[in-house]
């Protein structure tokens, strides 16, 4: 993949809102021909592994899709690869 992989960001503030995206997030990648990942950012993630999750989505190009909450995400994270930012409720 090149540099200039699309990236997004989808923020959402409730667990059932979060779960649905992922739900569709999953089958839409098993379901694609192009391999994509994505990560997932909420209040059951450790600060150890925010920074790895963050790290992947920066560094890798197969990680495309970050689905954060909006309060265990709003501050503190650099995500400047992404080119679209989503709010999702």
Do not use: P, Y
Not at 41 to 61: A, C, H, K, W, Y
């Amino acid at each position: 993949m090149s540099d200039n992989v699309s990236k997004f960001i989808i923020f959402a503030h409730h667990k059932a809102m979060m779960d649905a995206i992922q739900d569709r997030i999953t089958q839409e990648c098993t379901d694609s021909k192009t391999k994509v990942e994505f990560m997932r950012i909420d209040g059951s993630v450790t600060s150890e592994e925010r920074i790895n999750l963050v790290n992947r989505f920066q560094n890798n190009n197969a990680v495309r899709i970050a689905l954060l909450s909006i309060t265990a995400a709003s501050t503190g994270l650099t995500l400047t690869k992404a080119q679209t930012v989503i709010f999702a409720e």
